[in-house]
């Protein structure tokens, strides 16, 4: 095979297509598959004893990709290393520059690196035009942070195993993450609520326009929120304004003001903005915005739609802002097009190392355009960061705000009332964006026009109650919004912080709001009580602008690391003389308001006394699988209970607070009970009873369904599984979704697929089944079909040429023939071709062979086995 005198090493397959067919034909693009070695899970693999010397491994699925890259990269003039354009996409070059190196493939060969923020031909080509050495600086600030989260994870998780049973692993970040959940919640349970009064009178003008006006002050005092504390004075207060027939208008405020709009999206802002408008979560936001920076086919050439998705950055190109402003004139007229551009600067210094903001590539692609390519999720998504971006662009909107206090005669209270008009909408025509909870929209409404000194009728005035709100749990937005205040976590951060906290049972999704388990709970105090500078936020967000300024070349990567190891190492060591009874003592103090809450009811009566011997206390204890509640006059008294508030929603942490079946309902075309239980592997929903032998019908639980909002509808489609969801487009032959021993899948004839994280089995739709059945790589064969015909062999049937896993393979019926190392498959004649299938076919045993018995067989697998088998001494 002849070498292209150029590689190109980029991270997916779908990007290597593209880019494939915006290069000539002297380039041969090939996908690295993301990172092909890692830090291996063992200790020592960063020592510090070595001046943090590290030792990377190679995996099986990198070692495949490596092979591969160093096979095209012998012979070539030029190593282009086209990765991501961030830290991650900088060490993902490195570790293949460095270990084709180690693997003396480089001599004489030019390595050189290329980025560009979106993948379309102009932007690419003039990437290549532009090519740059590796950033070592970046590559520090990526070494930093892998030895970082390495010695924090292999050296504090072995500490909880050993004081705190039951407990998974701790993360630098993940547990900073863990920490505001928990304290959220722990804000949520000492939280009590408290009774107030608001008073309102709708009011008539002299013109008989009706409006509202709430009251701000009685008996000459300024009402706070919760000054009327109660009915009786709620009543009092209503007393009087009932009393007054008419208000007169005192003081009357008008002013102008400008709104402007919101920056392009940034990482954050697209999470926080797709979960508000769209339910998406941080994944699959990150899963469909991959895809459409990645592109699609239009017109024959595959094209990103939208720029780099993992950006901290506000700012947009010259070209971009030049377009949208085009755009913008175009559709909405020059009123809505501000005199010059309007320009973002990130405030977050060493924002991603200045990238632009996401955007689409051709703001002429609107979303009615793309409406026959994308899928209902992908055009949602591309349609919000359109608007965005265009807005971003637009004049600000000018609205009208009045202000009017109204006095009841005597001037025992008074009333105020505002109304926004909008005078010009601007930008909001096109965008407004969205809020995390009800906002008071007092305020919004129109006001007639008032004169000072003008007297108003008093149609009617009311009161009522309310309750003082807990503070809500975070939803994904909420949380990644708090930690990008914090400066904890990056923009590529910020989903696998949220899913690892998931994976490791410490939290869980319920209503789309986070809520701690309880071992979530037990791994943030115990780190809150002897690792407390490790889980501080000013601490965590010290430590991410250290990494900046690793990746701006302000700071030597390996004193920070020297810097955190040193105090590090001695807090670790101060755990070593910790006894259990100790960090009882501590959990228990710290949990113990949440795990005994006092009985506002029965206020006098101790939390914490043993309901089975009404003489123990009731306090943490923990065992082998982790935490429970036991009494202290054990063993005398045995009473235990799981570690949960008695009485909540879930003791066990399922939903089933007795461990007994849970009923969902009736299902309607058989009438038996569909119910929820708990089995050795996990909850699923049953069918009846069974009998006479026959197993009631069952379904597991996909991983990460909230068992909460499990209804009898959703129970009852998890028992249907599999459905059909429709028939291939291609072949006509029915897709089908369903749950196996692995989880759920998607079926075409005989071919099974994973559903990926973030995909609902049981609402995935064809065009996205076949999608991921597109997308998914097949064994065995390639998923292009073969390259090329050959030609018709002798004895009948075609002779086709294919790309296989182990190599170019000629194929005749069912005999597969590997083309010999170096043998360029573009020269492979059908002669050629009939050769190779002919030695192949030949090498096969007959079938007229006689086959091996089952004790033959049994037998020489025993002979094998005992000849492997080390002999003892």
């Known amino acids: ?124 080509q003039a990437a290549f035009e532009n090519p740059r050495d590796l950033d070592h600086h970046l590559v520090d600030a990526y070494l930093a942070r892998r030895a970082l989260d390495y010695l924090v994870g292999f050296t504090l998780s072995p500490v909880l195993w050993r004081k705190l049973p039951g407990s998974r692993s701790a993360g630098r970040v993940q547990s900073v993450a863990l920490r505001l959940i928990s304290e959220r919640e722990a804000e949520i349970e000492v939280f009590r609520a408290q009774e107030y009064w608001s008073l309102a009178a709708s009011l008539k003008s002299a013109e ?40 007169e208008v005192t003081t009357l405020e008008q002013k102008q003001v400008r709104r402007h709009p919101q920056p392009p999206f940034t990482t954050s802002t697209l999470q926080q903005e797709a979960s508000r408008k769209l339910g ?52 909405f007229g020059d009123a809505y097009l501000p005199s010059s551009p309007r320009v973002y600067k990130t405030k977050a210094k060493n924002a991603q190392e200045a990238h632009e903001a996401i955007r689409p590539t051709d703001l002429r692609r609107n979303s009615k355009f793309l409406s026959r390519y994308l899928d209902r999720d992908e055009l949602r998504l591309y349609d919000l960061i359109w608007k965005r971006t265009l807005a971003s662009q637009m004049e600000s909107a000018r609205l009208n705000q009045t202000a009017v206090d109204l006095a009841v005669p005597g001037g025992r209270a008074l009333l105020r009332a505002n109304g926004t008009v909008v005078q010009f909408d601007g930008f909001l025509k096109l965008y407004e964006e969205g809020r995390d909870d009800a906002q008071d929209d007092e305020g919004s409404a129109r006001l007639p026009a008032l004169a000072q000194g003008e007297t108003c009728q008093m149609v009617e005035a009311e009161a009522e109650q309310h309750f003082t709100q807990p503070p809500p749990r975070y939803s994904e937005a909420s949380l990644i919004k708090k930690l990008e205040e914090l400066g904890i976590g990056r923009p590529s951060t910020y989903t696998s912080i949220l899913q690892v906290l998931q994976d490791r049972n410490y939290v869980r999704l319920e209503k789309r ?15 809150s009580s002897f690792f407390k500078r490790y889980v501080e936020y000013d601490f965590t967000a010290n430590l991410e ?35 259990i009874s100790d960090v009882i003592n501590a959990l228990d103090e710290d949990l113990g308001p949440h795990f005994f809450p006092i009985d506002a009811e029965s206020p006098d009566r101790d939390p914490r006394l043993c309901p089975s011997c009404n003489e123990g206390r009731l306090g943490l204890r923990l065992g082998k699988t982790g935490g429970f509640i036991g009494c202290s006059k054990y063993p005398d008294c045995r009473y235990t209970r799981p570690l949960a508030v008695p009485g909540s929603e879930s003791e066990n942490g399922n939903g089933d607070v007795t461990g007994q079946p849970r009923t969902l309902g009736e299902d309607p075309n058989s009438g038996l009970p569909v119910s929820l239980r708990q089995g050795p592997f996990g ?46 487009p291609e072949d006509g032959e029915m897709v089908t979704a369903g749950l196996g021993r692995f989880g759920p899948y998607i079926k075409h004839g005989p071919r099974f697929v994973s559903l990926p994280v973030g995909d609902d089995v049981l609402s995935v739709g064809l065009n996205r089944a076949v999608t991921i059945l597109a997308e998914a790589p097949q064994k065995g064969k390639s998923a292009a079909g073969p390259l090329k015909t050959l030609g018709t062999h002798p004895d009948g049937g075609e002779v086709t040429l294919h790309s296989g896993r182990y190599g170019p393979y000629v194929k005749h019926g069912k005999v597969n023939a590997t083309l010999p190392r170096g043998e360029d498959k573009d020269t492979v004649t059908l002669d050629r071709a009939i050769e190779l299938v ?25 002979a094998k086995s005992t000849k492997a088998r080390p002999k003892k001494g």
């Not at 063992?42 to 092979?67: C, H, I, T």
Request: glycine letters at 8%; proline letters at 3%; zero cysteines.
């Open 1 to 124: 095979m002849t070498a292209s005198k150029h590689v190109v090493v980029v991270e997916s397959p779908a990007k290597a297509k593209t880019i494939n067919r915006y290069l000539g034909s002297d380039f041969d693009v090939v996908a690295s598959y993301g990172h092909v070695r890692d830090l291996p899970a063992k200790d020592g693999s960063v020592d510090p004893a070595q001046d943090f010397s590290m030792v990377w491994q190679v995996d099986g699925r990198g070692e495949k990709r490596l092979k591969d890259i160093a096979a095209r990269v012998r012979g070539a003039d030029t190593l282009y290393l086209a990765t991501d354009p961030d830290r991650e996409g900088e060490a993902i070059s490195w570790h293949i520059a460095e270990e084709l190196k180690r693997r003396r493939v480089l001599k004489d060969v030019k390595i050189q690196r290329v980025v560009f923020n979106e993948i379309t031909k102009k932007a690419v």
């Open 208 to 247: 008989g326009e009706t409006f509202k006006a709430r009251l701000t002050h009685l008996d000459g005092q300024k009402l706070d929120r919760l000054d009327i504390a109660n009915k009786v004075a709620a009543d009092a207060a209503l007393a009087v304004l009932r009393a007054a027939p008419t208000v």
């Open 280 to 331: 998406l979560s941080a994944s699959n936001t990150m899963r469909i915005a991959q895809k459409l920076y990645e592109g699609i086919t239009l017109d024959g050439e595959t094209v990103g739609l939208i720029t780099y998705m993992r950006t901290d950055g506000v700012q947009l190109s010259g070209d971009a802002i030049a377009a949208a402003r085009s755009v913008v004139a175009a559709d």
């Open 545 to 579: 602008n250290q990494l900046d300024d690793i990746s701006g070349g302000r700071i030597d990567w390996k004193a920070v690391l020297r810097e955190f190891w040193e105090a590090f190492d001695t807090a670790i060591g101060g755990t070593k003389d910790l006894k």
């Open 513 to 527: 709001r986070f809520l701690p388990e309880d071992r979530g709970r037990l791994v943030t105090a115990f780190l």
């Open 683 to 728: 909850l699923y929903v049953q069918l009846g009873e069974g009998g006479k032998g026959e197993k009631p019908k069952r379904s597991s639980l996909p991983k990460g369904m909230d068992v909460n909002a499990l209804d009898l509808e959703k129970a009852l489609a998890l028992l249907s599984l599999p459905r059909e969801i429709g028939k291939h």
């Open 838 to 862: 002919a030695k192949q076919a030949a090498k096969k045993p007959s079938k007229s062979a006689p086959a091996k018995s089952k004790a033959a067989k049994a037998k020489t697998t025993k």
